[in-house]
């Protein structure tokens, strides 16, 4: 049990959409405890002394979402093995004065993939939509369940390819980048897609031509409103069709438990925050 009004907080730019705050007092309810959980918005400007300031005033942990998962990253004094390897932080704790980060991401992914959609990623020919920081977070822990190939595209292809050099350096097999529009010329399908773009913020046409569906497993990680590549998936017909609504709660609960110890039962939480945003 943590001390009663105990501060926890998701801290980005933008942050006034995120669920996080219903989902960890769900979490919160239980486990029994009294938390205040808000939602701040924080520029990466004032990121360092709000954080400062948050963990002396009763701050029992902070989520970080965009643009300050880097900023998270090189101001922890301590990482765990997947903040370490992506260079990014979704979650900070305080222990003992010192800042702990770690990213929850790729642990939230799988075990919604594999554990919750009964699909696993092992000798699976992958294709990764997207090379930002929610694909960095992801992308170890995805090859580290085997899967056959790996295919990272991007929009902008240097980071695709700067991003899968890196990867064949870390001794990770059957990788390749390249540019979004290099798709269609490989002669190749997929068993797993996985948009990791944040494409369906901004009303952007879907990245892929729907030739690639046929046979395809489809994952956004956007949810919402956003994930228009998994409502146009589904409509295109593609095998099976997944929104990343599980991931965040998955992700969620593991940061809960790194703050208080406690591992929620998600499968409540998951029917409700469906019926809650009703898409
Ligand atoms: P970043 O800004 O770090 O990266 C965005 C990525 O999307 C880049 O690869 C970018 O390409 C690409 N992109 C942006 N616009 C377009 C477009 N119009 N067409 C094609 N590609 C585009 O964002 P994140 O990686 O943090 O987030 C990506 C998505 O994942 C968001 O929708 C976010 O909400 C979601 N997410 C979901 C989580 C969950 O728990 N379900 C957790 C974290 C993120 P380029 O390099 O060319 O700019």
New binding site residues.
Partial sequence: MIKADTNFAVIGDPVEHSLSPKIHYLFAKQDGNQIKYEKIRVTKGSFVNFVEDFFSNRGGGLNI???L?TDAFEIAGKLDRDSKSCQAV?TLKSVNGTLSGFNT?GV??LEDLEVWHGISVKNKRVLL?????????IIRPLLINGPKTLTIA???PA?ALGLADQLRLENFNGIEGMG?DDIQLLDQRFDIIVN???????N??V?IDENLLEGSICYD???GP?ASFARWAESRGAKRSID??G??IE?AAKSYEIWTGFSPDTESVRAKIRDDIDI
């Fill in positions: 979402t965009l643009p998962k979704n991401d939230g992914f939509l997207g090379s930002g920081g929610a694909a960095k977070g991007n929009r902008t980071s979004l990791a773009t944040s494409s369906g913020h901004k952007s046409e990245p990680l956007s949810y956003a990343g609504l991931m965040l992700q």
